[in-house]
């Protein structure tokens, strides 16, 4: 593939943005795109191309500029006048819109009894850290990122630390990697050793009590650094965490059971019943999310245990963009299994897709007091993945096709306008993060999303000339720069994880013009995930690095290890003999086959625990 092409393919239209277009100054958009054009870059601009835009003579702007500071003048004096005469109700002038910082549970984490340990520092591997410095931690924890996750609380401070050690550090470990303080900005480089030993002594510990579920969704959701994607351990962390909660029965778990644990339970019972349910949920969620995000099956999508959690949602109080995250997520999983084990009938596969824009407009309608920005990303991005799994499957040239790529097109441009407007709005006048240092407490799948639209663009409107017009390359050219320029901004070190996705944008672009999809994609089995991780491929081949992954070598030794014949097979399996063939094997595969047809789902039988089937990640 040619490496030498323009930076961006085909012939623009207009090479000027607008910002420069009415200054009447020269730009190099062109040139450096995905990148904002130069004075767009030195201003912090929003570089946009639009070749509609218009010059303002600068008469007009400064007489729309006086109009409109009157405008809010006169706003601002109504408003003083009304608040003089009666008392606003603090629940109405409270935003319902959770871009900028979600609604929160205040007591998720309670920290005034910290305040009477008589401890000053606290200590992991060697590596001391201040109490001050734990209390500002958990304050961001709680107004940060706990929102995203509402899986514990309310708990003591002091009850994390002294019973549920593990889950302390790495809410610490997290925060100091994702917020870094500014008294302790070294504390993650100094904590990430000792606690990757705690992690990997942790984990392999059974029974696994609910406070170490906890911690490893916390860590699903906000991973630690990794040097290359697919060393993203997430996956697997996050299948511990679910078979770990199927062993408790948490599942069973009731939100009316108050104190006392299912009959059902095994394992180390750990808190209320209410947080109990909040952990399963907070399984489902961040799995569903991750399955979605890696192209990989459910691990929770049993027709049973969707109408369970269904059922808790019903009777269980939780934060409303959280319930309705989990529903979002519950009509994903639903549609995904029919829509994976379909025959790729392409009528089937666009009323399916038709269903499932349906389902998830409705939850708008049904729930519009709870709707927020962060709602409708999510929204958008299931839409994306399932429209992009039929895509990839249907062939070129088809009509539903074509339809489904407006659609895409429109969720794509959708999902980079939230993240864009929710990138620029003005920070609170008592918040003292910037707005970098808090986009970089968001989760991981939100920026995964926002990558996953960005390569669509790119894939289908910006690096294929023929599949679209003028307008769309244009529109897409526009949502790339804004994209990229999120992930260049929130960069910290070269090759973080934000830098190496904005490397990955701006290697893409030096394509040259590709045929409308000319066949499957090279990577099959991970639904619509597979265009990202051909993109991958992609950029690995441009920067001339080889695409197939050799596999790790794994040290053998036989000197400890007795050979094939020094153990006889009596003395593992008794006196059988090698040439018998286990009757169970047979009866186990029938018994499979029988009571796993999903037709005996009609008569409401009790379902056993899900078993999840593991996975690689990225």
């Not at 607008?18 to 904002?36: A, V, Y």
């Not at 299912?262 to 019972?269: A, H, I």
């Not at 663009?457 to 790339?480: I, K, T």
């Not at 009596?570 to 018994?591: I, K, N, R, T």
């Amino acid at each position: 593939m040619a490496s030498s092409a323009p930076s961006w393919p085909g012939v623009r239209p207009v090479k000027t943005c607008t910002e420069c277009k009415q200054s009447k100054l020269r730009c190099d958009s062109k040139d450096m795109f995905p990148n904002p054009c130069s004075r767009c870059q030195t201003r912090n601009l929003i570089c946009t191309v639009d070749p509609s835009f218009r010059r303002t003579p600068a008469r007009k702007r400064l007489e729309a500029m006086s109009r409109e500071l009157r405008e809010l003048r006169d706003q601002r004096i109504a408003n003083s006048r009304a608040g003089s005469t009666t008392s606003p109700d603090p629940d109405s002038t409270r935003s319902q819109d959770s871009s900028g910082t979600p609604s929160q549970p205040l007591d998720a984490i309670l920290l005034e009894d910290f305040e009477l340990l008589a401890l000053e520092s606290f200590e992991l591997g060697g590596i001391i850290i201040d109490k001050q410095s734990v209390l500002e931690i958990m304050k961001l924890f709680t107004k940060y990122f706990h929102p995203h996750l509402p899986i514990l609380g309310p708990i003591s401070l002091k009850a994390i630390h002294h019973s549920h050690p593990f889950l302390f550090w790495t809410i610490i470990v997290i925060v100091s990697f994702r917020s870094p303080l500014p008294s302790d900005d070294n504390l993650f480089a100094r904590l990430h050793e000792p606690y990757m030993r705690m992690l990997r002594t942790e984990i392999l510990r059974a029974p696994m009590p609910l406070s170490k579920i906890q911690a490893l969704l916390f860590l699903c959701m906000w991973p630690l650094p990794v040097s290359h994607q697919h060393d993203d351990p997430s996956w697997l962390y996050c299948g511990i965490a679910v078979n770990a909660a199927l062993y408790m029965s948490l599942h069973r778990s009731s939100p009316k059971a108050g104190a006392t644990p299912s009959l059902y339970s095994v394992g180390v019972m750990s808190g209320s019943a209410h947080e109990r349910t909040n952990t399963w949920l907070g399984c489902f969620y961040v799995s569903t999310s991750l399955s979605m995000h890696l192209g990989l099956p459910p691990m929770i999508n049993t027709p049973s245990d969707l109408a369970s959690i269904r059922s808790i949602l019903g009777e269980h109080s939780l934060p409303r963009e959280f319930s309705l995250h989990i529903r979002v997520l519950l009509i994903m999983a639903g549609f995904t299994n029919v829509l994976v084990h379909n025959s790729n009938d392409g009528v089937v596969d666009s009323s399916i897709t038709q269903l499932l824009d349906g389902e998830l407009d409705t939850l708008r309608v049904t729930f519009p007091d709870g709707w927020t920005s962060m709602t409708d990303y999510m929204v958008m991005i299931v839409k994306m993945h399932v429209y992009t799994l039929v895509i990839t499957r249907h062939r070129s040239g088809a009509s539903s096709r074509d339809i489904l790529l407006k659609l895409g097109l429109a969720a794509a441009l959708r999902i980079i306008h939230l993240a864009n407007s929710r990138f620029h709005e003005r920070p609170d006048k008592n918040q003292t993060m910037t707005t970098a240092q808090r986009e970089r407490t968001l989760p991981k799948d939100y920026f995964r999303g926002l990558a996953f639209a960005t390569i669509f663009l790119l894939r289908y409107f910006g690096l294929n000339n023929s599949a679209s017009n003028a307008e769309e390359q244009q529109l897409a050219a526009n949502h790339v720069i804004m994209s990229h320029t999120i992930f260049k901004t929130l960069a910290t070190r070269p090759r973080d994880e934000y830098d190496r996705v904005s490397s990955l944008f701006e290697t893409l672009c030096k394509q040259a013009p590709i045929p409308p999809d000319t066949g499957k994609s090279n990577v099959s089995g991970r639904m619509g995930v597979s265009i990202l991780l051909d993109a991958i491929n992609t950029a690995r081949e441009i920067r001339g690095y080889p695409v197939e992954m050799p596999e790790p070598e794994v040290p053998t030794t036989t000197e400890s290890l007795p050979g094939p014949s020094s153990i006889s097979q009596a003395d593992v399996f008794g006196a059988a003999s090698p040439q018998l063939v286990e009757p169970w094997q047979s009866d186990l595969a029938f018994a499979n086959m029988f009571w796993g047809d999903p037709s005996w789902d009609v008569y409401n039988l009790p379902a056993d625990a899900s078993q999840f089937h593991p996975g690689h990640g990225l």
